[in-house]
């Protein structure tokens, strides 16, 4: 069995597919997992990781390492899979990617255009293809008039959104979501060295090839599958090659981890009051 554990079941990405795969994926919600005593065995996919508060994802990430270490298979790292920026940056200093990023709370600007805005930490686009420093300009006071902190957003140097393709890593195999109008794929095995990469052991990867290079502009641990979803059945025969739930002898897992506090909000912490407050803009972000 695998748990797909994210924010909410009913809207995450595998929500429309879920009818298809019942009896191999059960969804979860962050707020029961990170609250459980204990859990039962099976193979945990921690999606929408890029959405989670701080200290949410603090606590994902210490769940995560007491499934391990009971000898429970689990899929991305809360705290260690890399977002979008940091896997472009990674990508561009490592001379292995034709693209850059750039937040947009940095000093540095965008040295080639066009650019289009993506969230940081991970998830869709939030602009078309703009053209210009004007034009990145405008859509920057854009962002601040909706109260979207800069940092939370970055501009992906020669992206264009309408012409990226999209590829859904699930272990080693890559199912197409997408290809750009009269762009080449990318080879699987370069797609896989890049999931390898950030770490990334389901997801989707928005990317372009640009003269032969390719340009990767960001990730999504929880893609919306509702429209661009492969073959049921591939994605289902792809989860079942991950899932290690019926070999394995543990019968469940103690967490051990202490419970949360849920006080008044005029109670808490300036931390947690902080977290929330992040987690309120994150939901704000649009996905595509």
Excluded: C
Aim: hydrophobic share 40%.
């Amino acid at each position: 069995m695998i748990f797909y554990v994210t924010s909410d079941p009913r809207r995450g990405g595998l929500a429309p597919v879920l009818p298809a795969l019942r009896g191999l994926v059960t969804p979860l919600a962050y707020g029961r997992v990170l609250d459980a005593r204990r859990l039962g065995a099976g193979t945990y996919l921690f999606a929408a990781i890029e959405r989670l508060a701080p200290e949410d994802a603090a606590r994902a990430a210490a769940l995560r390492d007491v499934l391990a270490g009971a000898g429970v298979r689990t899929l991305n790292h809360p705290s260690r899979t890399l977002g979008s920026y940091e896997l472009v940056r990674r990508l561009r200093q490592d001379g292995a990617g034709a693209s850059d990023a750039v937040r947009l709370d940095e000093v540095r600007s965008p040295g080639r255009y066009p650019v289009a805005l993506r969230a940081a930490a991970g998830g869709g686009w939030l602009s078309g293809r703009l053209e210009t420093p004007a034009a990145l300009d405008a859509a920057r006071a854009e962002l601040d008039r909706q109260g979207i902190s800069r940092r939370r957003v970055m501009a992906v140097e020669l992206a264009e959104p309408e012409r990226a393709s999209r590829a859904l890593v699930v272990g080693e195999r890559v199912l197409g979501l997408g290809r750009g109008p009269g762009d080449e794929p990318a080879p699987p095995a370069a797609l896989l060295a890049v999931a390898g990469l950030a770490g990334l052991d389901y997801g989707r990867l928005d990317y372009g090839v640009l003269d032969g290079r390719l340009a990767v502009w960001g990730l999504d641990t929880d893609p919306p599958l509702d429209e661009d979803a492969p073959a049921v059945g591939d994605l289902a025969a792809a989860l079942r090659a991950l899932d290690t739930g019926a070999g394995t002898r543990v019968r469940g897992v103690s967490t051990g981890l202490p419970p949360r506090g849920r006080g008044p909000a005029m109670l808490r912490g300036p931390r947690e009051r902080l977290a929330e407050r992040l987690k309120e803009l994150s939901d704000r972000l649009p996905r595509r």
